[in-house]
Nanobody
Framework: QVQLVESGGGSVQSGGSLRLSCSAS????????MNWYRQAPGKERELVAS????????NYAESVKGRFTISRDNAKYTLYLQMNDLKPEDTAEYYC?????????WGQGTQVTVSS
């Protein structure tokens, strides 16, 4: 079955960096667009970044452009999110996501907390 497992979250001060990872299994990772979402307390889940199967098309939320970089290693079945210059407003639970045949799949999330 499809499994997505995030890791790499933690607590950092404003201006710090974190690198999130999402280990995928149960499907042909290289064939699908992968996404990072986040959800802050009391807010709706929002799309942070997307990367297509060949790493040719990357999209970012305006709020993270220039600070976050999405990437993937298809050989390792792993998705990454490099987050630099973190701000308190980046505090959220971060989720790895993909859609296969109209079915959405989510990881369990990893918490990122940025203090000022």
């Amino acid at each position: 079955q499809v499994q997505l497992v995030e890791s790499g979250g933690g607590s950092v001060q404003s201006g710090g960096s974190l690198r999130l990872s999402c280990s995928a299994s149960g499907f042909t990772f290289s064939a699908y667009t992968m996404n990072w979402y986040r959800q802050a307390p009391g807010k709706e889940r929002e799309l942070v970044a997307s990367i297509d199967w060949f790493s040719m098309i990357l999209n970012y939320a305006e709020s993270v452009k220039g600070r976050f970089t999405i990437s993937r290693d298809n050989a390792k079945y792993t998705l990454y999110l490099q987050m630099n210059d973190l701000k308190p407003e980046d505090t959220a639970e971060y989720y790895c996501n993909t859609k296969i045949k109209a079915q959405e799949y989510w990881g369990q999330g990893t918490q990122v907390t940025v203090s000022s």
